[in-house]
């Protein structure tokens, strides 16, 4: 195939504004580091098309499996996605062959005042059950809203009025542009991110050992040590992209430090936890704190429900 300077490397990307400028990056770095040419196949999935597909399988992988269906069939060499949006589980065939450096992972709420600031029964929008079990644990009066829809839908429910607040990622908002909706960054002592969050996932066929050593070119090691006991966390507590758990793992100092947190809907209870240990047990790490999560009652919080995200 094209691995080997025979024409660019192809990499299949969905065609939002954040997506386009995520993939840009990467293709960036990757020619840099590599020489090769790296082109952009826009991929149209069912997440992008189907609205109603995504609230009734409540989104885990709809995005993610249409550009790996690409990757199977040849059409695309390798895909970039937001690593967060990435199952826990192993896909057949599929290998994630690099987690670049991370960005800024915190979630930011968006507005028009800090959240301290917010007046009493201010409704602020997200469609995160971790960050609406984090919000209501910082702020109980707040009137918190289930919203849908890209970051710029959810910028303009704020500018149109209908809400007084909305929570995204940090990130995010960076790679479309829309820093200057930021009010207040979350640190993680007071909401965790999910896991993963800040982060990108380069995956190509297994099977392409070539190609799978030249997008590590852009492999960070500390990147891939704390989204690994991040996602560990997420994978030992069979949670997903909807539940109730914020993580955040940083390495300081040769140490992988952890954190993980479970969270009532109602804000009313939160277990927390942390471990620290070294990079290469990252996974050991991740199932560790996952398994003292439970042993204090994580599986119950996670049961709870009470707002379907519309
Ligand atoms: N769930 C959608 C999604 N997937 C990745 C990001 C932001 C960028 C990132 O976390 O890498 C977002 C938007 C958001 O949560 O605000």
Do not use: W
């Amino acid at each position: 195939m094209s691995t080997a300077g025979r024409g660019p490397l192809r990499l299949g990307t969905r065609k939002s504004l954040m997506a386009m400028t995520q993939s840009r990056l990467v293709a960036d770095a990757l020619s840099q580091r590599t020489g090769h040419a790296v082109e952009l196949v826009g991929v149209t999935t069912e997440g992008d098309v189907s609205k109603a597909l995504l609230a009734q399988i409540g989104g885990t992988g709809v995005f993610v499996n249409g550009l790996r269906d690409k990757l199977l069939s040849g059409e695309v060499d390798f895909a970039v996605h937001s690593l967060k949006d990435l199952p826990t589980a192993p896909a057949d065939g599929i290998a994630l062959a690099a987690t670049p450096p991370r960005d800024d992972p915190r979630d930011a709420l968006c507005g028009p005042a800090k959240l301290a600031d917010l007046p009493r029964g201010a409704r602020v929008g997200t469609g995160s059950p971790r960050r609406v079990a984090q919000l209501r644990a910082l702020r109980p009066d707040l009137d918190v809203v289930p919203i849908r829809g890209n970051a710029d839908t959810r910028l303009r429910k704020v500018t149109d009025g209908e809400l007084d607040a909305v929570v995204l990622a940090f990130a995010g908002l960076k790679r479309i542009g829309r820093l200057e909706a930021v009010a207040e960054v979350f640190e993680p002592d007071q909401m965790l991110p999910a896991p993963g969050q800040g982060s990108l996932a380069l995956e190509c066929r297994s099977d392409r050992a070539e190609l799978r050593a030249l997008l590590g070119t852009v492999d960070d090691p500390a990147t891939r040590a704390a989204v690994t006991a991040e996602r560990t966390v997420l994978a030992v507590l069979e949670a997903g992209c909807s539940a109730p758990v914020g993580t955040y793992a940083a390495e300081v100092e040769e140490k992988l430090h952890l954190t993980a947190t479970v969270a009532a809907y109602d804000g009313t209870r939160q277990v927390r936890l942390s471990a620290s240990g070294h990079p290469e047990r990252a996974e050991e790490l991740g199932r560790e704190l996952a398994n003292r999560l439970l042993a204090q009652g994580a599986d119950q919080l996670m049961g709870e429900r009470d707002i379907e995200p519309r």
